[in-house]
């Protein structure tokens, strides 16, 4: 059986909580931070290094969010699109005041981030996201793409192990890959 | 040119394990267009390959993240259309203080004791009860979550039974409490936290039979946390209007 519904739903879920934040609902914020609030943490955790600017970082991202709320054009991106793009800024901004900061500077440097710290390249960010989608894709489909990408299976043996007809697996296969590409190639058109 | 392959053996021909096709491989050497196409996707399985090294990162921030979050937004983290739940300032308390202090008031001054909630023990022995209030899920809640919200009143004494089926563990609530509020939330009285049972969540409260019904007329479920604060926490889950 194919499931077309399946990841439109994911879509049609997002593109309402984003509706409901930018209406002011305060319970979207919430249902964000739930989708949304590892992968910002995440990214705020590997390009900073320290687990308290991290968890500083994902605090006002949040906090942005809703008072920014009136910026969020779901023409221009998807909810997770535009909350990554206020973790880089803010994540910028911190990078930015440790510089200026010699003293922090110098703590971080004693704990071997360098002075001042590198920021992990873009890929990590681009990593992250696409990996955290992997994490919220419907289960069947987020299993056979697994399957593929980390157990370098061929769609007949993937077919063979889960007993999915040949069909369904090309297409959970096709719709995975494109929906995870979605996650870093579409950036460049909401930035 | 050869046609273009359909969406599905180009989506093949970037995973790591598949056989090269040599109708796809003979097309992707001459059409730039699907080549591209096939490169990202060989890409975003390259990036999810490198993110799964990270996946422990992505089991998402301390619950205390959050608790700053609403502490940093404090009243402003109000609804602009529907009813706002009401914020957990001293100044709202302070009007809740006000309210009851009122009923207490008025309970005294005519004479009918409060002390109904040591009576008021033993739902179900008595008349049968009515539904008074059908609970609907708000925001991101399992849109299959209901509610009702029932009263039975015997001797005086208003007892209300609320029961909720089909909600999920709410992730980052340690437990449920229900509210009657106004409309505009600017008045509110807790009548008490829910019991998980193998159906749903249950709770059965007494209610003084002068609390002014009228006005608290909605029915909030709120997801709340053992933080110490005894306020609404901002975050309403079901709702729905007495009768």
């Known amino acids: ?3 077309p519904g399946e990841l439109s739903d994911l879509d049609a879920a997002d593109r309402a909580t984003a509706e409901r934040l930018a209406a002011g609902d305060p319970t979207a914020l919430r249902a964000a931070f739930n989708r949304y609030g590892g992968l910002v943490h995440a990214i705020a955790l590997r390009r900073l290094g320290t687990p308290q600017d991290a968890e500083d970082v994902t605090q006002q991202v949040f906090v942005r ?8 054009d779901l023409q221009r991106g998807t909810l997770g699109a535009w909350l990554v793009g206020i973790t880089r800024r803010q994540i910028a901004d ?3 005041s440790r510089r200026r900061d010699l003293e922090l500077a110098d703590r971080v440097g004693r704990m071997s981030f360098g002075s001042p710290p590198a920021p992990a390249p873009d890929s990590v960010v681009e990593a992250l996201a696409v990996a955290d989608e992997l994490n919220h894709l419907p289960d069947q489909v987020g299993k056979v793409v697994r399957l593929a990408f980390f157990d370098d299976l061929t769609h007949q043996q993937i077919a063979t192990l889960t007993g999915l007809p040949l069909g369904t697996v090309k297409s959970h296969l096709r719709r995975g890959l494109e929906r995870l590409r979605g996650q870093w190639r579409r950036k460049e058109g909401t930035r | 040119m ?16 598949e056989p090269s096709d040599p109708g796809v491989a003979a097309h992707l050497a001459a059409c730039a267009a699907c080549r591209s ?3 990202e996707l060989a890409r975003t399985v390259a990036l999810a390959q490198d993110g799964v090294d990270g996946a422990g990162d992505l089991a998402g921030p301390p619950d205390r993240v959050w608790a700053g979050i609403a502490a940093e937004l404090g009243a402003e983290l109000q609804p602009v259309d529907d009813p706002p739940p009401p914020e957990r300032s001293k100044a709202r308390r302070r009007v809740l203080v006000a309210v009851a202090a009122a009923v207490v008031a008025l309970a005294a001054g005519v004479g009918i004791g409060l002390g109904v909630g040591a009576v008021g023990g033993t739902p179900g022995a008595g008349p049968p009860a009515t539904v008074v209030a059908q609970l609907q899920p708000i925001g991101p809640l399992d849109p299959a979550a209901s509610g009702t919200l029932t009263a039975t009143e015997q001797a005086g004494v ?7 089926t089909g909600v999920p563990d709410t992730a980052g609530a340690d437990y449920l409490e229900v509210w009657l509020m106004n409309g505009p939330g ?16 249950t709770g059965s409260f007494t209610v003084p039979s002068n609390l002014p019904m009228t006005q608290l007329d909605l029915v909030d479920v709120s997801a709340e946390r053992y933080d110490g604060n005894p306020g609404h926490s901002g975050v309403s889950i079901l709702r729905g209007t007495l009768a």
Request: hydrophobic residues 50%; charged residues 25%; proline residues 5%.
């Open chain 2, 37 to 39: 196409h096939v490169d």
């Open chain 2, 158 to 164: 208003r007892t209300m039974a609320v029961r909720l």
């Open chain 1, 65 to 72: 969010a809703w008072r920014g709320r009136a910026t969020l």
């Open chain 1, 94 to 96: 911190r990078l930015a």
């Open chain 1, 1 to 3: 059986m194919i499931d």
């Open chain 2, 186 to 201: 600017t008045e509110i009285v807790a009548l008490g936290a829910l019991t998980r049972d193998d159906t749903g969540y």
């Open chain 2, 2 to 17: 050869s046609v273009h392959p359909d969406p599905e053996s180009l989506a093949l021909a970037a995973l790591p394990a």
